[in-house]
């Protein structure tokens, strides 16, 4: 567990890590590149690079951070990944039912098995629940969340790789844009962002937007922090209330 620098939240927590490709967000995977470097590097947890598996010992984590955090549960996995065993997803559960000063950020790729776990268990109250919708094609994970108990339903259009089109945001309360970094970034389309936060304003829906990444708002590629953060030279950064 440490803290992060990624912009909308406060800490990370990884009691699973490794993980696999499912679609077309996963080609450039930040957290593949970062377990590999972590291996090389003799990192406890990462001796055998990004294969998934389960850390028992990273469960207590959070009950030892008094001071009410914002988590990001899993930036270097996927809670609901094939290998993921429920009896694991209960105990990390439970954690976070007995914390409820924290606010738990649990975003994921897999919907089918995010809605076979819901099927018979409740998320708590302090979960903000996430899907990734890196392009069309995989739209409809949003109906599959917006169909569980969450108090707090997000998206990440994060990388945001295509034209979204209309987006039905009833009951999503934030929406999280942002473009590629890294080597073999692809490049995000002005319009696209522009479309997706007049869709959130018209759908009074938080729009926060993280990074142009390696290709700015012009269409030229630079370095990350170059690019920056304003779309038309706004900053939108806003959040949902719990």
């Not at 207590?60 to 094939?82: G, W, Y």
């Not at 409820?100 to 076979?116: G, N």
């Not at 392009?135 to 599959?144: D, P």
């Not at 995000?188 to 926060?208: H, P, R, S, T, Y």
Request: glycine residues 8%; charged residues 25%.
């Amino acid at each position: 567990m440490k803290t992060t620098k990624i912009e909308w939240t406060e800490a990370t927590w990884n009691p699973s890590i490794g993980c696999s490709k499912v679609s077309a967000g996963c080609k450039n995977c930040y957290a593949e590149v970062m377990a590999k470097r972590l291996q090389a590097m003799g990192a406890a947890g990462y001796e055998d690079g990004f294969k998934f598996k389960v850390l028992a010992d990273r469960l207590i984590q959070p009950l030892c951070v008094k001071r009410a955090t914002k988590f990001f549960v899993n930036s270097m996995s996927d809670l609901f990944h094939e290998k993921m065993p429920f009896e694991f997803l209960d105990e990390i559960f439970e954690v976070i039912e007995k914390t409820p000063q924290h606010q738990y950020q649990i975003l994921t790729k897999r919907e089918k098995i995010l809605a076979d776990y819901c099927q018979t268990r409740k998320i708590p109250k302090n979960v903000w629940l996430g899907v990734t919708v890196e392009n069309v094609n995989v739209k409809h994970r949003i109906n599959t969340l917006r169909n569980t108990d969450a108090q707090i339903k997000f998206l990440s259009i994060e990388p945001l790789l295509s034209g979204m089109g209309k987006l039905d945001l009833q009951n999503i309360h934030w929406v999280i844009v942002g473009g590629e970094s890294g080597v073999g970034a692809r490049p995000m389309n002005k319009q696209w962002a522009l479309d997706i936060q007049k869709q959130c304003a018209e759908q009074d829906v938080a729009f926060f937007f993280k990074q142009w990444g390696t290709w700015g708002e012009d269409g030229i590629k630079r370095s990350k922090k170059e690019n920056g953060k304003r779309i038309n030279g706004k900053i939108y950064q806003e959040m949902p209330v719990p």
